[in-house]
């Protein structure tokens, strides 16, 4: 099992910046694919960002291209969410995902429990 615990989440104001993280324990850090989605109320939750195990490649949904930018640390056993340019419409549970093969298309092997950002317009 691999326990995953975000944090970082809060209310900003449209335009500002947050940073997500979250730490990893249980597993092989380094082993993992890690992401993080998002989640609205009454939605399915989805993909926002991906990096690969050794930090080398990045990918991201078109709504936060150019905003968002996803990093990892392994020696900490931790990836991290930069967010800035915050608009409304990020307004979401955003969960970490981990799994050895693809957090992009899923299934997802384990989660984080969530952290809530809010952007007030």
């Known amino acids: 099992q691999m326990l995953l615990v975000e944090s970082g989440g809060g209310l900003v104001q449209a335009g500002g910046s947050l940073r997500l993280s979250c730490v990893a324990s249980?597993?092989?850090?380094?082993?993992?694919?890690m992401g993080w989605y998002r989640q609205t109320p009454g939605n399915k939750r989805e993909f926002v960002a991906g990096v690969s195990k050794n930090d080398e490649t990045t990918y991201y949904a078109d709504a936060v291209k150019g905003r968002f930018t996803i990093s990892r640390d392994n020696a900490k056993k931790s990836v991290y969410l930069q967010m800035n340019n915050l608009k409304p419409e990020d307004t979401a549970v955003y969960y970490c995902?981990?799994?050895?093969?693809?957090?992009?298309?899923?299934?997802?092997?384990?989660w984080g429990q969530g952290t809530q950002v809010t952007v007030s317009s």
């Open positions: 249980g597993r092989t850090f380094s082993n993992y694919i």
């Open positions: 995902a981990a799994d050895p093969w693809d957090v992009q298309t899923g299934p997802i092997d384990f």
